[in-house]
């Protein structure tokens, strides 16, 4: 337990460190604390005046009360102003740093990472988990600050004016704080349960509205309404939790002051306690006493935010913490030729898991096109995976123009290899920004119409109201499949790169837009290496190398014709799929 409480105080500690590149709004914000606090005391401690205005009510008092009770709410209010936007300021900017090195660290975990989390709940941890850390370093800070800055002013005065009345108050802070170090634990138990289901909430969302036209056509609306349902149901009950801890709390903590003050009432009322006070003296004590309960109050209430932010940045820095790609190669060349090797390369997802790939030796010479072709799950999509480094093997080597792909660096290596594959990517963009995308955006309008017009793209981008600068809508929504595709391999093609890989590159295409394609491929196949992954085999007779695969091993190696005078497993599914035509 108290390694964990440890924990969150490093966490936390780790969460102010944001904070330092603002130190002079912060010191701004403190500033505007200590004013709100000296004003605070101030109001109590002109009770004395007041009481003597009252029983000696001359001009000069008349003044002197009214000018006291404007200057001190003037005072007070620069304070506020002070302590609210600065402190806001810093945390606004601690809020924006976090979200942004978040988001680089998403951008440079491996592919691992991805197929074990869900996007949604990823999603989440940028918006709601880092607006939780906000609440944790602007609110938070400021009634800590302001309000204990307060309590603090108000006991100074206290003591100044009768200490033993004020030790008679303090005596029950203990039990005070008993009640806020429970309340602490359950608020924290309670935030990592509320952050994890906002996370569902986040990923049951966006997978329903992402497949809506699934949902809809298969009448799934019942299904996700009840699943959404009890995500929400949950995330419900859980915020209704921390409400009632903190309902409960808070006046728990409220009748604990009561009882200090009617203790302290009490006792006042003997003189051997009172001693020489003034009655003017003695309403200022006392209005100082009760003037402490909205402080102590808010103090303790703060804890639910405080937690709230420290299980927020747990997950989020946990996320920040994890390994990215291993990326520590330094081999940069302008371009390779192509050539590449696979040396008895063995492949599992996970640990745990049973190798993929069982000891792959492969030499494709450059400019070499090699067709993969085997039933589902017989490792092809896996064995081109491997080439980006978008996954690490576990044994063997890989060597592109005989250099190990470890020796490059991961921008070098994937800067030589442009991949179309059939679930196509595309952004809320214009056409030609999907085109010339990422490294590609300084190519010229000229490059991004050649490489439109040899995909076969062009004849449908003029029929556009904006031709290339017209949006394609989310993940290219507007488009049909084969348009879609086809603005895919124009991607590929403005890249030039020297190794191209087709992973099912042709399969959301009609026939004729597919006779079109091929062509383009079999122009833009020239003088690179391509590795094609092929469902339908007559888009791959042309290659120069057809390699069959079966559960994770390479089975026939040959061209078209000799696999099919060897009468072995590619002669079967040629045969299968022309007895299906």
Same mark, same amino acid.
């Given at each position: 337990?108290?390694?964990?409480?440890?924990?969150?105080?490093?966490?936390?500690?780790?969460?102010?460190?944001?904070?330092?590149?603002?130190?002079?709004?912060?010191?701004?914000?403190?500033?505007? $604390?200590?004013?709100?606090?000296?004003?605070?005391?101030?109001?109590?401690?002109?009770?004395?005046?007041?009481?003597?205005?009252?029983?000696?009510?001359?001009?000069? $008092?008349?003044?002197?009360?009214?000018?006291?009770?404007?200057?001190?709410?003037?005072?007070? #209010?620069?304070?506020?102003?002070?302590?609210?936007?600065?402190?806001?300021?810093?945390? +606004?900017? *601690?809020?924006? !740093?976090?979200?942004?090195?978040?988001?680089?660290?998403?951008?440079?975990?491996?592919?691992?990472?991805?197929?074990?989390?869900?996007?949604?709940?990823?999603?989440?941890?940028?918006?709601?988990?880092?607006?939780?850390?906000? %609440?944790? /370093?602007?609110?938070?800070?400021?009634?800590?600050?302001?309000?204990?800055?307060?309590? *603090?002013?108000?006991?100074?005065?206290?003591?100044?004016?009768?200490?033993?009345?004020?030790?008679?108050?303090?005596?029950?802070?203990?039990?005070?704080?008993?009640?806020?170090?429970?309340?602490?634990?359950?608020?924290?138990?309670?935030?990592?349960?509320?952050?994890?289901?906002? #996370?569902?909430?986040?990923?049951?969302?966006?997978?329903?509205?992402?497949?809506?036209?699934?949902? +809809?056509?298969?009448?799934?609306?019942?299904?996700?309404?009840?699943?959404?349902?009890? *995500?929400?149901?949950?995330?419900? +009950?859980?915020?209704?939790?921390?409400?009632?801890?903190?309902?409960?709390?808070?006046?728990?903590?409220?009748?604990?002051?009561?009882?200090?003050? @009617?203790?302290?009432?009490?006792?006042?009322?003997?003189?051997?306690?009172?001693?020489?006070?003034?009655?003017?003296?003695?309403? @200022?004590?006392?209005?100082?006493?009760?003037?402490?309960?909205?402080?102590?109050?808010?103090?303790?209430?703060?804890?639910?935010?405080?937690?709230?932010?420290?299980?927020?940045?747990?997950?989020?820095?946990?996320?920040?913490?994890?390994?990215?790609?291993?990326?520590?190669?330094?081999?940069?060349?302008?371009?390779?030729?192509?050539?590449?090797?696979?040396?008895?390369?063995?492949?599992?997802?996970?640990?745990?898991? %049973?190798?993929?790939?069982?000891?792959?030796?492969?030499?494709?010479?450059?400019?070499?096109?090699?067709?993969? *072709?085997?039933?589902? #799950?017989?490792?092809?999509?896996?064995?081109?995976?491997?080439?980006?480094?978008?996954?690490?093997?576990?044994?063997?080597?890989?060597?592109?123009?005989?250099?190990?792909?470890?020796?490059?660096?991961?921008?070098?290596?994937? !800067?030589?290899?442009?991949?179309?594959?059939?679930?196509?990517?595309?952004?809320?963009?214009?056409?030609?920004?999907?085109?010339?995308?990422?490294?590609?955006?300084?190519?010229?309008?000229?490059?991004?119409?050649?490489?439109?017009?040899?995909?076969?793209?062009?004849?449908?981008?003029?029929?556009?109201?904006? #031709?290339?600068? /017209?949006?394609?809508?989310?993940?290219?929504?507007?488009?049909?499949?084969?348009?879609?595709?086809?603005?895919?391999?124009?991607?590929?093609?403005?890249?030039?790169?020297?190794?191209?890989?087709? %992973?099912?590159?042709?399969?959301?295409?009609?026939?004729?837009?597919?006779?079109?394609?091929?062509?383009?491929?079999?122009?833009?196949?020239?003088?690179?290496?391509?590795?094609?992954? !092929?469902?339908?085999?007559?888009?791959?007779?042309?290659?120069?190398?057809?390699?069959?695969?079966?559960?994770?091993?390479?089975?026939?190696?040959? $061209?078209?014709?000799?696999?099919? %005078?060897?009468?072995? @497993?590619?002669?079967?599914?040629?045969?299968?799929?022309?007895?299906?035509?």
């Amino acid at each position: 337990m108290k390694q964990a409480e440890a924990s969150n105080w490093q966490t936390y500690g780790r969460l102010l460190k944001y904070v330092k590149p603002f130190w002079l709004a912060f010191s701004l914000a403190v500033v505007g $604390n200590v004013i709100y606090a000296a004003a605070s005391t101030g109001m109590a401690a002109a009770m004395e005046f007041v009481i003597q205005a009252i029983e000696n009510p001359t001009p000069e $008092n008349r003044m002197l009360i009214t000018g006291l009770i404007v200057g001190v709410f003037a005072f007070r #209010g620069v304070g506020t102003f002070m302590s609210q936007y600065f402190i806001a300021y810093v945390g +606004r900017h *601690v809020v924006n !740093a976090l979200r942004k090195q978040l988001f680089d660290r998403l951008l440079t975990l491996p592919s691992r990472y991805f197929d074990n989390h869900a996007s949604g709940r990823l999603v989440s941890k940028l918006t709601f988990n880092v607006e939780q850390v906000a %609440d944790a /370093t602007t609110n938070a800070v400021t009634i800590i600050l302001r309000e204990g800055l307060t309590i *603090v002013g108000l006991l100074g005065f206290m003591v100044y004016t009768n200490w033993k009345l004020t030790l008679i108050f303090v005596a029950l802070g203990p039990l005070i704080a008993l009640v806020v170090s429970y309340a602490s634990k359950r608020f924290r138990k309670i935030s990592r349960r509320i952050q994890s289901s906002m #996370g569902d909430v986040t990923h049951v969302s966006s997978e329903s509205i992402t497949g809506y036209r699934v949902v +809809r056509t298969f009448g799934g609306e019942d299904y996700e309404r009840k699943r959404f349902g009890k *995500v929400a149901d949950r995330t419900m +009950r859980q915020g209704l939790k921390m409400a009632s801890t903190q309902a409960i709390a808070t006046p728990v903590v409220q009748v604990f002051v009561a009882l200090a003050l @009617a203790a302290l009432v009490w006792v006042m009322l003997a003189p051997e306690i009172r001693g020489g006070m003034t009655t003017g003296e003695l309403v @200022a004590f006392i209005t100082a006493a009760a003037t402490m309960a909205k402080p102590i109050r808010q103090v303790t209430s703060v804890h639910a935010k405080i937690q709230k932010g420290v299980a927020a940045a747990h997950d989020v820095f946990g996320t920040m913490d994890e390994e990215p790609e291993q990326d520590t190669g330094r081999y940069s060349p302008d371009r390779v030729r192509g050539a590449i090797n696979f040396d008895n390369v063995s492949f599992r997802y996970q640990d745990t898991l %049973d190798d993929v790939l069982h000891q792959i030796s492969l030499e494709i010479p450059a400019g070499q096109s090699v067709a993969l *072709v085997g039933r589902s #799950g017989s490792g092809k999509s896996t064995l081109v995976s491997l080439l980006p480094r978008f996954y690490e093997y576990q044994q063997g080597e890989i060597r592109l123009d005989d250099h190990p792909i470890t020796d490059f660096s991961l921008t070098a290596l994937r !800067a030589q290899i442009a991949l179309v594959t059939q679930n196509v990517v595309l952004f809320n963009d214009t056409i030609g920004a999907n085109i010339a995308y990422g490294s590609l955006r300084e190519r010229s309008r000229d490059e991004i119409v050649e490489a439109a017009r040899k995909a076969h793209a062009m004849e449908f981008i003029e029929r556009m109201p904006d #031709g290339l600068d /017209t949006m394609v809508g989310d993940n290219g929504v507007m488009l049909s499949g084969g348009q879609r595709q086809r603005l895919a391999i124009a991607r590929a093609l403005l890249k030039d790169a020297p190794v191209l890989i087709l %992973d099912e590159a042709t399969s959301a295409l009609d026939t004729e837009s597919e006779r079109y394609i091929q062509e383009a491929l079999e122009t833009v196949m020239k003088g690179r290496t391509t590795l094609v992954i !092929a469902h339908r085999l007559s888009t791959i007779e042309q290659a120069d190398r057809i390699l069959v695969m079966e559960s994770g091993r390479i089975v026939e190696d040959g $061209n078209h014709q000799q696999l099919l %005078d060897a009468g072995g @497993a590619y002669a079967q599914l040629h045969q299968m799929q022309f007895s299906e035509g």
